[in-house]
């Protein structure tokens, strides 16, 4: 089973580019999130999604969209890419219809803002 | 709003000894738990969950843990740690929508 999966792994950024993150889920979730995890520190939510057409931010949303067009995939763009966006990005899905369902990762997407 | 906090951002064991991490969570409704662990690169992968079952909960590599309503606590535990274990541990606590991660424990094996 694929589960979540996230391109690309390892990605260079320039200052001012503009990237996406794909992730991709084939679990029929309809729970997605993208979080960012920095140097010892834990995750941090970023946006998340409750279904197709349906966003919301999280606690750091600041500097990157999303979106949901379908149930499977949910892309995440930076836009001017800062050094402060150099971290570690990791895309998650869950079936949220129980609170004790389990959230799935992704292997995660390293990248670094020069 | 729910809040997680692990006490201790590093642990350090001997090779056989006990491992015994720290979780505990605030929530205003019956809580979902779950420990996740994630070795270094990779994403992370559940090690176990209480949903309001049984309130010892067992998970893979013999690791377990009790949840406590009157403490509201979660801790993990493992009676005998292996090299393999080393790696970074997350409490987390859930609701309908989201998930809230604490800050991590990372475990450290000495030989």
């Known amino acids: 089973n694929a589960g979540v999966t996230q391109t690309p792994k390892f990605r260079i950024l320039k200052i001012g580019q503009s990237m996406t993150l794909q992730c991709a889920q084939d679990m029929n979730h309809n729970y997605m999130y993208w979080y960012r995890q920095d140097p010892g520190m834990g995750l941090k939510l970023i946006y998340y999604?409750?279904?197709?057409?349906?966003?919301d931010k999280g606690e750091v949303p600041n500097g990157y969209n999303v979106s949901r067009s379908t149930t499977e995939d949910f892309p995440l763009r930076l836009e001017l890419a800062a050094p402060s966006q150099t971290s570690v990005y990791f895309c998650?899905?869950?079936?949220?219809?129980?609170?004790?369902?389990?959230?799935?990762f992704g292997e995660g997407s390293w990248l670094t803002v020069v | 709003a729910q809040s997680v906090t692990q006490l201790g951002s590093h642990v350090s064991v001997s090779e056989g000894a006990l491992v015994l991490l720290r979780c505990n969570y605030s929530?205003?409704?019956?809580?979902?738990l779950f420990w996740y662990v994630q070795y270094p690169n990779q994403g992370l992968q559940l090690l176990l969950k209480y949903t309001s079952a049984a309130t010892l909960v067992k998970g893979i590599n013999d690791f377990e843990a009790e949840f406590k309503k009157s403490e509201t606590s979660f801790h993990l535990t493992k009676p005998s740690a292996h090299m393999s274990d080393a790696a970074e541990y997350f409490c987390?606590?859930?609701?309908?929508?989201?998930?809230?991660f604490g800050p991590g424990t990372r475990l450290s094996v000495l030989p």
């Open positions: 998650a899905s869950r079936d949220g219809t129980g609170s004790g369902n389990t959230i799935y």
């Open positions: 999604s409750v279904g197709a057409g349906i966003t």
């Open positions: 929530s205003s409704v019956p809580p979902y």
């Open positions: 987390a606590v859930s609701d309908r929508q989201n998930f809230v």
